[in-house]
C-alpha cells in the first residue's frame, strides 16, 4: 500500500484555509485519490472537545504554557487517531493548519519560543511533519476587509487578538517558509477563491508530479 500524502493548508485568520481545503479535497478526489478532510485544533472526538475549551474558555482563560499544552494535546490525538492511521491506509490527508499554526501563534506571537513550541510537537506527536505545507499569504488590507464581513458577530478567543499580534503571526509564517523551502509552498491568495484553488493545485503537481 503506498502511503498517503500529508497537506497542511496554514495562514492567518481570514486566508481562506478552509475554502481552499475543501476545494484542493475535491480536486484530489477527482483525481483518484482517496481523501480525508480534517482541521486543528480538532479533527477526533477529544481533540474537538479540547478546541472548545480553547477558542471558548471557560474561567479566566488559559495561560500561554497551558494553552500551548492543550494544543499539543489535542494535535496528538489528531495525529494518532486519524492522520497516521489514514496515511497508512493510503489516504491523502488535507489538514486546515497543524503544528505551524502553534509556531506561529503560541511561538512567536506568544510568549512561549519556537524551541519549546517544537519540544512540545515531539513529545506529543513525534515530531512529524505535513508532506507539503501550503502557506496562503494574503495582504493586511485584504485580511481586515475580509474579517470585517466574517467576524462581524465576534471572533473566537485567539482570532480576538490585536493587530499586533497577528501580524507578528503573519511574519512568522513568511518566516518559516523562507526557512524552509523544500516544505513550504507560498500561494497568494490575494486573488478570487478559483484562482487561489488554480495555485495551490499548480504548487502540488510541481511538488508531487501528479497531474491534478
Ligand atoms: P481556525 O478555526 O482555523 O480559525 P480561522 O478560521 O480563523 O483560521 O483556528 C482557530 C484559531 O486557533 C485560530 O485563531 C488560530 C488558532 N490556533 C492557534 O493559536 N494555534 C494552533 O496550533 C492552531 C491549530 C490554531
Not at 506561529?104 to 507539503?132: E, M, N, T
Not at 501580524?167 to 516544505?183: I, K, T
Amino acid at each position: 500500500m503506498k502511503r498517503g500524502k500529508f497537506i497542511a493548508l496554514e495562514g492567518g485568520e481570514g486566508t481562506g484555509k478552509s475554502t481552499q481545503a475543501r476545494k484542493l479535497a475535491e480536486a484530489l478526489e477527482n483525481a483518484g485519490h482517496e481523501v480525508v478532510t480534517t482541521r486543528e485544533p480538532g479533527g477526533t472526538p477529544g481533540a474537538e472537545a479540547i478546541r472548545s475549551l480553547l477558542l471558548d474558555p471557560p474561567g479566566e482563560g488559559w495561560g500561554p504554557k497551558a494553552e500551548a499544552l492543550l494544543f499539543a494535546a489535542a494535535r496528538s490525538d489528531h495525529v494518532e487517531r486519524l492522520i497516521l492511521p489514514s496515511l497508512d491506509a493510503g489516504r491523502w490527508v488535507v489538514c486546515d493548519r497543524f503544528v505551524d499554526s502553534s509556531r506561529a501563534y503560541q511561538g512567536f506571537a506568544g510568549q512561549l519560543g519556537d524551541d519549546k513550541v517544537r519540544a512540545l510537537h515531539a513529545v506529543g506527536s513525534d515530531g512529524i511533519r505535513p508532506d507539503l505545507v501550503i502557506l496562503i499569504d494574503v495582504s493586511p488590507d485584504e485580511i481586515a476587509r475580509r474579517l470585517s464581513v466574517r467576524d462581524a458577530d465576534g471572533s473566537d478567543a485567539i482570532g480576538g487578538r490585536s493587530a499586533d499580534y497577528h501580524s507578528r503571526v503573519a511574519a512568522a509564517f513568511r518566516q518559516m517558509a523562507e526557512e524552509d523551502a523544500a516544505g513550504f509552498v507560498v500561494v497568494d491568495g490575494n486573488a478570487g477563491e478559483e484562482t487561489v484553488h488554480a495555485r495551490i493545485l499548480d504548487a502540488i503537481s510541481g511538488r508531487f508530479g501528479d497531474k491534478l
